[in-house]
T-cell receptor, first 113, second 115 residues
Framework: GDSVTQMEGPVTLSEEAFLTINCTYT??????LFWYVQYPGEGLQLLLK?????DKGSNKGFEATYRKETTSFHLEKGSVQVSDSAVYFC????????????FGKGTHLIIQP | DAGVIQSPRHEVTEMGQEVTLRCKPI?????LFWYRQTMMRGLELLIY????????DSGMPEDRFSAKMPNASFSTLKIQPSEPRDSAVYFC?????????????FGQGTRLTVV
């Protein structure tokens, strides 16, 4: 079945550092890819998405590019802030399917001032 | 819109008791999903509905778990009898398309503790 693998962390960075969180996936066909963020005590919020190969999703300074050849969707940000501290989930859903989101295990990001 | 609303936010119950979790999806959304989150297993899809009809319940861990969606604005997840290993955060999410190829909106979750 479909699966998502991401680095689990915790990842600890200093403020203004460059961030990369790796995500790779296994899926049949051409899934849509997502990054969700979960702040403490809250539900998940969509951060960005890409629905086809070479698409770049971006939001709040975060970016991720859909790489079909490497089956990857790595999350990047050029300069992180303390407020970015959260858990980040990579996820996919099959294109045209109704199977719901398959999530990675989440990466806990800690930004220190 | 108030978003996806789940109740209760916290539930503590004794082993063997029945637990009912509730969800109100965003108005107009026709897909609803129940997820469970634990440290060990991460986020797991338990069941989802399209247009109030259960489509896939293969993620429901065992017969003690059941879910219903009697109308477009309400869903329940029931555990009977509850066990300590059911302790987790349960999330409900809704989406505006029949095929979840777009954004899913999550509720704030119900933290269940079974003692």
């Amino acid at each position: 079945g479909d699966s998502v693998t991401q680095m689990e962390g915790p990842v600890t960075l200093s403020e203004e550092a460059f961030l990369t969180i790796n995500c790779t996936y296994t899926a049949t066909g051409y899934p849509s890819l997502f990054w969700y963020v979960q702040y403490p005590g809250e539900g998940l919020q969509l951060l960005l998405k890409a629905t086809k190969a070479d698409d770049k999703g971006s939001n709040k300074g975060f970016e991720a590019t859909y790489r079909k050849e490497t089956t990857s969707f790595h999350l990047e940000k050029g300069s992180v802030q303390v407020s970015d501290s959260a858990v980040y989930f990579c996820a996919l859903t099959p294109r045209g399917g109704a199977d719901g989101l398959t999530f990675g295990k989440g990466t806990h990001l800690i930004i220190q001032p | 819109d108030a978003g996806v609303i789940q109740s209760p936010r916290h539930e503590v119950t004794e082993m063997g008791q029945e637990v009912t979790l509730r969800c109100k999806p965003i108005s107009g959304h026709n897909s609803l999903f129940w997820y469970r989150q634990t440290m060990m297993r991460g986020l797991e899809l338990l069941i989802y509905f399209n247009n109030n009809v259960p489509i896939d319940d293969s993620g429901m861990p065992e017969d003690r778990f059941s879910a219903k969606m009697p109308n477009a604005s309400f869903s329940t997840l029931k555990i009977q009898p509850s066990e300590p290993r059911d302790s987790a955060v349960y999330f409900c999410a809704s989406s505006g398309q029949s095929y979840m190829n777009t954004e899913a909106f999550f509720g704030q979750g119900t933290r269940l503790t079974v003692v």
